[in-house]
């Protein structure tokens, strides 16, 4: 699969110059002429690099580089400009673009920028994954023992998902460095509602709409306490994502598709099926033929319809013993919905 590149240029000559050198080297590439299209496209498409003029109006480039390291998006940003300002460049790289171009660029220049930002971007992640340590897993296990205190109804919750991600990872064969992290954010992935008043997490009639405006930060906040351990990095992304939707319309970002984090839309599924087998403070557990009922339904719209099939492979097997059976388990039809309890996972 070719890498793909957006390029965002508000002037359009040389934005469709660029676009045309980066197809060259068989690059896709993605033209938007704005902050705003850019930041729309990548709620949309995977994209792997950004290349971005600085001086725009409206957002800018810097603007640009701080709103998606807020999403925790781990997208390298080549931030572009004709100004030869070396404060400039600084306080690019500070606010966390990974590397400059100055205008007017050479063709032949691209493509070495962006295999040299993709592969230091990928020695990072290599080396923040070695710095993990097991005393940082056990103080993250701490907190958790103090979220499940403060609500006994979701007690064992983030340990039981973290086994079915367990599962998941041996059917999609995941490397070991990549089972680690979605170990990690599986257990963490609620750890954001530990600062969700008890008023919230324990009512059981339905919450007002401040209630729920509440409720849905959890993941941002959850991404932002893990997000401040640097090795992390890309398990707050995962726990930021978890509860956005297939079809764009989940939170706090409404990503689509692909654009979503792999791990987050495994987290997702996982996280829904959990929460409906469980009993919870606002209403009782369903059984199994019924929850995975709910999840194939929401396959497609809610959920990533080929990680749903993965999830139902895995359900099986673990029906069977772990045999290689495919027999499929016989649901009736209902009338349970993820509706009433999205929001309270």
């Known amino acids: 699969m070719p890498k793909s590149v957006l390029v965002v240029e508000d002037d359009i000559s040389y934005g469709n110059m660029l676009k045309e050198a980066l197809e060259h080297y068989k690059f896709l590439v993605y033209l938007v002429f704005s902050s705003t299209s850019a930041l729309d496209l990548i709620k949309k498409k995977r994209v792997d690099i950004v290349l971005s003029d600085i001086n725009m109006p409206g957002i800018n480039g810097i603007n640009l580089t701080k709103r998606l390291r807020d999403m925790y998006l781990d997208i390298p940003i080549v931030l572009m400009t004709g100004i030869h300002d070396l404060s400039l460049v600084s306080d690019a790289l500070e606010n966390g673009a990974s590397d400059y171009l100055f205008k007017p660029i050479k063709s032949e220049v691209l493509p070495i920028v962006i295999e040299r930002n993709l592969a230091r971007r990928k020695l990072e992640s290599k080396r923040l994954q070695e710095n993990r340590a097991e005393i940082l897993f056990k103080a993250l296990k701490a907190l958790m023992r103090a979220l499940e205190a403060k609500d006994t109804y979701s007690s064992g919750h983030s340990q039981r998902v973290a086994n079915l991600a367990m599962l998941v990872a041996d059917e999609l064969n995941l490397k070991a460095e990549d089972r680690y992290t979605l170990q990690l954010a599986a257990f963490m992935h609620d750890i954001g509602k530990i600062g969700m008043p008890d008023s919230i997490l324990k009512k059981a009639d339905s919450l007002e709409d401040y209630e729920l405006r509440k409720a849905k930060a959890h993941p941002i906040i959850g991404s932002k306490i893990i997000g401040e351990i640097e090795e992390l990095s890309e398990v707050a992304s995962i726990i930021r994502h ?28 996982l996280d829904a099926y959990e929460a409906l087998v469980s009993d919870r ?8 033929q019924k929850a995975i009922k709910v999840i194939k339904k929401n396959a497609g719209s809610q959920f990533d319809p080929f990680l749903v099939e993965i999830f139902y492979q895995v359900i099986n097997k673990s029906k069977n013993g772990n045999k290689n059976s495919r027999e499929e388990i016989d649901v009736q039809p209902d009338d349970i919905s993820l509706n009433n309890s999205e929001e309270r996972k």
């Open 281 to 288: 403070v606002y209403r009782k557990a369903v059984d199994d």
């Open 242 to 269: 978890h509860h956005e939707r297939y079809d764009g319309e989940g939170y706090p970002d409404g990503l689509k598709g692909e654009a979503i984090p792999l791990f987050s839309r495994i987290l997702a599924i």
